[in-house]
């Protein structure tokens, strides 16, 4: 009886004991929620680039292998070149025949223009002869009425008289003929100024045409240097799984590169947990990891829309059989400057944490 009596004691101290520690712990967690707020729905990020090539090509050597820590401007692989040796050498002598298209057309106008100067001066001398036939034209005329009056009162010879008519007429003929050279010449002129404006625009168009071979140059210098396809940044490969032979294209995503020295968390917060959060806010993180060591960080942002709105499918709540959710808001943190380096390093991107910050 005496036993039964001391077994009923220690249960109801147990029971007891436990209750206490339920109303600490209880409490602890109560005064803890005012001040905190927690989520383990949250994970490591960092930025992931990936590897993309420019051009097109057979791989000619890897010089990287999976997991590999890479510096800015390490060669990762190469496609092979020949090709693009090939045209870089066809845009090289395309941009040389344009240039030697531009001396020729400048050399035709050179020509052209001591044509229409040769023609211009012929017409303008034609211009004077005219002129001075003309004159001749006037005295003839004037002279061969004065015959006619004196052959009229037979003061003159017929011979006299026909002297004088054949004086005007050689004039009107050397006026005509003089009027016709004129026209000749300025026919002329006008071809050489023509030619000389089509020359011009042959200059013209040949110099479109080196501009053009020359943006055909460039690209093919730019086409070379992309069969080297270098790390863009410090950090550290994913799995290359990329072979000698194998055949590239442009935008393919080869594999990663991860920026190990830039991490941060993004932490899903329910949309409940948000009243009292703000901006700079300090924030305690464990990670899954490293058990018992505390990281430091802080809020750095809201993201602008809940998770559920980014998603591929959104939710349509316009529906007969809506039921409320709580959605949750993501939200980024920045680790310190006060945290221990080598640990730092050491996390990657999608490791899990449990984040607490800190709303006083």
């Known amino acids: 009886m005496e036993e039964k009596k001391k077994a009923n004691k220690k249960f109801i101290f147990i029971i007891g004991a436990l209750i206490l520690v339920g109303i600490v712990y209880g409490g602890y967690k109560f005064i803890h929620s005012l001040s905190h707020e927690e989520t383990d729905d949250a994970q490591i990020e960092a930025k992931m680039n990936p590897i993309i090539p420019h051009v097109s090509g057979y791989v000619e050597k890897v010089y990287v ?7 800015k401007g390490d060669t990762l692989l190469i496609i092979d070149s020949r090709d693009y040796k090939v045209q870089l050498q066809q845009a090289r002598a395309n941009l040389l025949a344009s240039e030697s298209q531009v ?11 001591a044509n229409a100067a040769a023609s211009n001066s012929q017409y303008k001398s034609a211009g004077g002869n005219i002129k001075s036939a003309e004159i001749k034209l006037w005295r003839a005329t004037q002279d061969f009425k004065r015959y006619e009056n004196l052959f009229a009162n037979h003061s003159i010879t ?16 050397q006026l005509e003929i003089l009027k016709n050279q004129e026209k000749a010449s300025a026919s002329q002129r006008n071809a ?31 086409n070379m240097d992309y069969t080297v396809i270098t790390a863009p940044i410090d950090g550290q490969l994913s799995s290359v799984d990329i072979q000698p032979g194998q055949f590239i294209q442009p935008g393919q995503s080869l594999f990663y590169l991860v920026n190990t020295n830039d991490k941060w968390i993004i932490a899903n917060f329910k949309e409940t947990q948000l009243e009292k959060m703000r901006v700079g ?19 750095t942002a809201f993201s602008p829309a809940t998770g559920a709105r980014f998603s591929l499918l959104p939710p349509d709540n316009a529906t007969g059989n809506f039921v409320k959710t709580v959605q949750r808001l993501p939200v980024k943190i920045e680790f310190s400057d006060k945290n221990d380096k080598e640990k730092l ?16």
């Open 65 to 71: 292998s999976d997991n590999q820590k890479v510096k």
């Open 103 to 113: 001396g020729v057309a400048k050399a035709s106008i050179g020509s052209y223009q």
């Open 158 to 173: 017929e011979q006299q008289y026909e002297q004088a008519l054949a004086a005007k007429q050689e004039a009107e003929q």
């Open 192 to 222: 050489a100024v023509s030619q000389t404006e089509i020359s011009e625009n042959q200059v013209s168009v040949a110099e479109a045409n080196v501009e053009s071979a020359k943006a055909a140059l460039d690209a093919a210098l730019l």
């Open 281 to 299: 806010q300090k924030v305690g993180i464990e990670v899954d990891a490293y058990p018992g060591y505390e990281f430091e960080g802080k809020i």
């Open 345 to 360: 390093e050491r996390l990657r991107s999608g490791m899990n944490v449990l984040v607490d910050v800190h709303l006083k």
